[in-house]
């Protein structure tokens, strides 16, 4: 399923800027595409709205995918639609609400909060 840009703004929890910030994240990725079938790939940082990953396989822009990965504080699975293309570099925005958005908020506060305290300016 591909969403328009107005079908976008009535997504819940859809966001249209960056608003948050991102944190580094390397963790394995399964992206389930309705046009490309399981895409694995590695996470490249993570943010309350979205995640950037390297994939091996092309996903196409507009799509809502199935994303699957493990956070430190336990496992996400969650949809979202791929905004983003640079090479292998792919941006996909959380399209919905729930326990793994509230996970996802978690570990971004815990990791904001062990990048204060490994801060070398501090």
């Known amino acids: 399923m591909e969403l328009n840009r107005s ?7 859809f966001v249209e800027a960056r608003q948050c910030p991102r944190f580094k994240l390397d963790v394995e ?8 079938g399981l895409v694995i790939g590695h996470t490249v940082d993570l943010s309350e709205s979205g995640i950037a990953a390297m994939l091996k396989m092309e996903v196409p822009l507009g ?26 570099r792919y941006g ?4 919905e609400q729930g326990p793994a958005r509230e996970l996802i908020a978690r ?12 801060d070398p300016i501090r």
Request: charged letters at 15%; proline letters at 4%.
């Open 63 to 88: 799509e809502v995918v199935q994303l699957e990965f493990t956070l430190p504080l336990g496992q996400v699975e969650i949809g979202a639609l791929v905004r983003q293309q640079q090479a292998f």
């Open 29 to 36: 990725i399964q992206v389930y595409s309705r046009s490309n």
């Open 107 to 118: 570990t971004c506060r815990d990791l904001s909060l062990e990048q204060l305290l490994n």
């Open 92 to 95: 996909f925005q959380f399209v």
């Open 7 to 13: 079908e976008t703004a009535q997504v819940p929890g």
